[in-house]
């Protein structure tokens, strides 16, 4: 993870960054089984608490990082889905090994990518929505236009989601569910399993 400016650490989707019981989740934040994590790609920041009350942890966005870093063969890469279909999902890759890049790179999820098992009967529009973001690993340079990704492993996934009805953070429920806390509808999704 780069250093920022002021030597606030840099920050990607998914990054677990304080402890829900001693910090308040601020913007570009969620909860998540005891943990503050980053839902955008930035600056952590934190700050003081009201009389006794604790810091408040937040994500601000920034850019700049990762001048010259590309997306390798076997790199984790975090994505924000931008729109999906019955064979892939497309992807803007923002973040290459916990560090955020200057310019996002085009990258898909193909079908057969999603998981490692059972891989005839994926749904894409099971596993994927428009505004996800996942953590995905690099499989391939892909064709001239896009990588080729995979979240064939527990690890990999959708990390940050917000539901379709309310605009609500969802919380993941299971490795293939999040439900949204604010109308507890469940959606479906293949879930990365978070690092607790």
């Keep these: 993870m780069e250093g920022a400016a002021g030597g606030q650490p840099r920050v990607c989707p998914g990054m677990r960054l304080a402890a829900a019981d001693a910090?308040?989740?601020?913007?570009?934040?969620?909860?998540?089984?005891?943990?503050?994590?980053?839902?955008?790609?930035?600056?952590?920041?934190?700050?003081?608490?009201?009389?006794?009350?604790?810091?408040?942890?937040?994500?601000?966005?920034?850019?700049?990082?990762?001048?010259?870093?590309?997306?390798?063969?076997?790199?984790?890469?975090?994505?924000?889905?931008?729109?999906?279909?019955?064979?892939?999902?497309?992807?803007?890759i923002v973040c290459v090994n916990g560090r955020a890049l200057a310019q996002n790179f085009p990258g898909v999820i193909r079908a057969q990518d999603v998981r490692a098992t059972e891989i005839d009967t994926v749904e894409i529009y099971s596993s994927f929505m428009p505004g996800d973001v996942v953590r995905a690993q690099v499989l391939s340079l892909g064709d001239m236009n896009s990588y080729y990704l995979t979240t064939a492993k527990n690890e990999l996934g959708v990390i940050s989601a917000t539901s379709a009805s309310s605009g609500g953070q969802m919380v993941p429920i299971s490795w293939q569910e999040m439900q949204c806390p604010l109308s507890l509808e469940v959606e479906k999704r293949k879930v990365a399993k978070l690092d607790v």
Excluded: W
């Design 23 to 92: 910090c308040a989740a601020g913007a570009g934040t969620y909860v998540f089984e005891g943990g503050v994590y980053a839902s955008v790609v930035g600056v952590q920041r934190r700050r003081p608490g009201a009389a006794g009350a604790p810091e408040t942890v937040e994500v601000e966005p920034a850019a700049g990082a990762g001048q010259s870093l590309q997306p390798q063969i076997g790199d984790t890469v975090s994505a924000k889905v931008t729109k999906v279909n019955p064979r892939m999902a497309v992807c803007l």
